[in-house]
């Protein structure tokens, strides 16, 4: 029940189909300030919330977590949103996803950024064909891996590219299709774990394009952009912020600027939230299936690889 924990929280409150029962929190100190900041209460174990009646659970654990919590409550029949990345492991991603295809239960994964405003209108723009892609450019990076300070503990978090850049590889196949071939270069600067990344792409429409991805450049910002070239047009954004839309050589830049809206609005949670819910009540698929979780984590463990082993040319 940390910060994505809350975010979570307050955005099933304000939803009238969603009654908030409960958490379930091992460290006491949180589980009293939770449990009384939401008025809910406090369960030890998940058979304590079947119990209890409760039909859907939100997965918000450290990632190393993810796998062992989010198969007891698929096994136990439980609607489970588990935020990203699925899993750290692709072997048991697969297992995962195994688990919920023999399930009567939805299953939807946290990769927000394809509710966010920016990323919508980008999408938008792609599938009207009010920009055809010809290339790309990708950048993600963090600032620091010092705080918290286990989010350098590759261990805890399966490495760098699990954090934020998994949701900018999610981002590049839901544009531009699927990834057909990636060139991976690595190297270890300041952490005791590959921190500077770059990638070649191409995708199976014949997309181009580069990604880079560092954890160490300080957080001036924008440390996440995508832009998107067309033919003499352009899209790019700064974060969740701003969207710029050049549609020609001599034609004005659009601006829509988001930067007012509320963080979990903009950012795509709010969204995100009633998406699953509306999965869970209408019996549809989830936007995020189980089988987009794996592949993001197929991508990273592929980058991994080619990283320890000195391969760059992944093929997939």
């Not at 699927?178 to 199976?204: C, G, L, N, P, Q």
């Not at 903009?266 to 299936?289: A, C, H, M």
Request: charged letters at 25%.
């Amino acid at each position: 029940m940390g910060f994505i924990g809350e975010v979570h929280m307050k955005n099933l409150m304000k939803d009238e189909r969603v009654d908030l029962i409960g958490v379930m929190e091992a460290n006491n100190d949180r589980a009293r300030y939770v449990t009384n900041k939401f008025n809910v209460k406090r369960f030890l174990t998940l058979e304590e919330m079947r119990n209890s009646g409760i039909e859907a659970v939100y997965i918000t654990t450290p990632n190393r977590t993810h796998f062992e919590l989010a198969s007891q409550a698929v096994k136990q029949g439980f609607h489970v949103f588990c935020e990203k990345p699925m899993t750290i492991s692709l072997s048991d991603a697969k297992t995962l996803r195994q688990y919920v295809l023999g399930k009567k239960v939805k299953f939807q994964v946290g990769h927000n950024r394809i509710f966010a405003y920016v990323y919508k209108y980008a999408k938008h723009a792609i599938d009207t064909r009010e920009i055809i892609p010809y290339s790309f450019q990708v950048k993600m990076n963090r600032g620091e891996l010092l705080n918290p300070p286990w989010v350098s503990d590759k261990n805890i978090t399966g490495g760098f590219l699990f954090e934020s850049t998994l949701h900018l590889f999610y981002i590049v196949e839901y544009f531009f299709g699927k990834i057909k071939e990636m060139h991976v270069f690595a190297k270890k600067s300041i952490y005791d774990d590959f921190d500077d990344w770059a990638f070649v792409i191409k995708t199976s429409s014949e997309i181009i394009g580069t990604f880079v991805s560092s954890a160490h450049t300080g957080w001036m910002v924008p440390f996440e952009r995508v832009e998107i070239y067309g033919k003499h047009m352009m899209i790019s954004n700064d974060e969740m912020e701003r969207l710029s839309f050049n549609r020609g050589l001599e034609a004005e830049t659009e601006i829509h600027d988001y930067s007012k809206m509320p963080f979990e609005k903009k950012w795509g949670y709010v969204e995100e939230d009633r998406s699953f819910i509306t999965s869970i009540l209408e019996n549809k698929q989830p936007f995020v299936t189980v089988s987009d979780g794996l592949r993001a984590v197929e991508i990273v463990d592929a980058c991994y690889k080619a990283a320890r082993e000195n391969e760059p040319v992944v093929k997939f």
